[in-house]
């Protein structure tokens, strides 16, 4: 296998934009250090490409998995080593979330299947969100006794109201493809196998307008001051998921959520 083929993003320049693919589909695209850092690396290159958009995807069933609750239970048994592990994941996570808030052309997810935990961010990011009608966005963190990461505090009550944020991470709820576009975190749904077309007329569009006032439009949206907000408000989430990631009772609940996985010879989300 190339070095190309088994990387974790793939980047693909297209006439209307960039398309970043997440790759690790036997592990649902799981957020861990390699894959994250490779994506900050392939957004830093599509902006030096001066892409005129940016589509972030998935590849196989799941967009992202969000963080790989497998092995943030085999590090349970050592407090340093998952605390550290922990940092490793929601710190590259909450920079590649800026890096996507800063960047100069619109952002687009196509999202593919499922986003589950801190992988939301990816999608709370963009500015046009595309889902497949099988898609979904799930948070977990009060099964799992995470603290939420991703934006889920930080971006989602600014996107769909304070309340209803709650709501939906205290009862760990399912917000299916038609439920995102009702509460407007998706712009359009789609049967998956028409997705990247879709997302490719939508790209197009878009470069029919004017960039200098895409850019200024987007740059004005996501100033200086509304990132730093986004960053201090992502800082509390990492503090939070440090503060409670190494308790006993975590540690308990990941075993618990994984045990029937295990069973089957899975072991992840």
Same mark, same amino acid.
């Given at each position: 296998?190339?070095?190309?083929?088994?990387?974790?993003?793939?980047?693909?320049?297209?006439? $209307?934009?960039? &398309?970043?693919?997440? $790759? *690790?589909?036997?592990?649902?695209?799981? %957020?861990?250090?390699?894959?994250?850092?490779? +994506?900050? #690396?392939?957004? !830093?290159?599509?902006? =030096?490409?001066?892409?005129?958009? +940016?589509? +972030?995807?998935?590849?196989?069933?799941?967009?992202?998995?969000?963080? !790989?609750?497998?092995?943030?239970?085999? %590090?349970? *048994?050592?407090?340093?080593?998952?605390? =550290?592990?922990? *940092?490793?994941?929601?710190?590259?996570?909450?920079?590649?979330?800026?890096?996507?808030?800063?960047?100069?052309?619109?952002?687009?997810? @196509?999202?593919?299947?499922?986003?589950?935990?801190?992988?939301?961010?990816?999608?709370?990011?963009?500015?046009?969100?595309?889902?497949? #009608? !099988?898609?979904?966005?799930?948070?977990?963190?009060?099964?799992?006794?995470?603290?939420?990461?991703?934006? &889920?505090?930080?971006?989602?009550?600014?996107?769909?109201?304070?309340?209803?944020?709650?709501?939906?991470?205290?009862?760990?709820?399912?917000?299916? @493809?038609?439920?995102?576009?009702?509460?407007?975190?998706?712009?359009?749904?789609?049967?998956?196998?028409?997705?990247?077309?879709?997302?490719?007329? %939508?790209?197009?569009?878009?470069?029919?307008?004017?960039?200098?006032?895409?850019?200024?439009?987007?740059?004005?949206? &996501?100033?200086? #001051?509304?990132?730093?907000?986004?960053?201090?408000?992502?800082?509390?989430?990492?503090?939070?998921?440090?503060? +409670?990631?190494?308790?006993?009772?975590?540690?308990? *609940?990941?075993?618990?959520?994984?045990?029937? @996985?295990?069973?089957?010879?899975?072991?992840?989300?």
């Amino acid at each position: 296998m190339s070095a190309a083929a088994a990387a974790p993003v793939h980047f693909d320049r297209r006439e $209307d934009a960039v &398309w970043l693919t997440l $790759d *690790r589909p036997g592990r649902g695209n799981a %957020l861990v250090p390699e894959l994250l850092a490779a +994506l900050r #690396e392939r957004i !830093d290159e599509a902006r =030096r490409a001066e892409a005129p958009a +940016l589509v +972030l995807t998935g590849h196989g069933r799941a967009f992202s998995a969000g963080g !790989d609750v497998a092995r943030f239970a085999e %590090l349970a *048994r050592d407090r340093e080593a998952l605390l =550290r592990f922990a *940092r490793e994941i929601v710190g590259p996570l909450n920079a590649a979330i800026l890096d996507l808030l800063a960047f100069p052309m619109p952002v687009i997810a @196509a999202v593919n299947g499922p986003v589950t935990g801190g992988s939301a961010g990816l999608m709370l990011a963009a500015d046009m969100v595309v889902m497949s #009608e !099988d898609a979904f966005l799930q948070p977990y963190y009060a099964q799992m006794g995470f603290a939420p990461d991703g934006g &889920w505090t930080a971006l989602l009550p600014g996107r769909i109201g304070t309340a209803r944020a709650l709501e939906v991470q205290y009862r760990n709820q399912r917000l299916t @493809a038609s439920d995102c576009l009702r509460l407007g975190l998706a712009s359009e749904i789609c049967p998956r196998a028409e997705l990247e077309a879709r997302v490719a007329a %939508l790209t197009a569009s878009l470069a029919e307008m004017d960039p200098g006032t895409l850019a200024m439009t987007r740059a004005n949206v &996501w100033n200086r #001051e509304r990132r730093a907000a986004a960053a201090e408000a992502l800082e509390r989430e990492l503090q939070g998921f440090l503060a +409670l990631i190494a308790r006993p009772e975590t540690r308990a *609940r990941m075993e618990a959520f994984l045990a029937p @996985a295990m069973l089957a010879g899975e072991g992840r989300r």
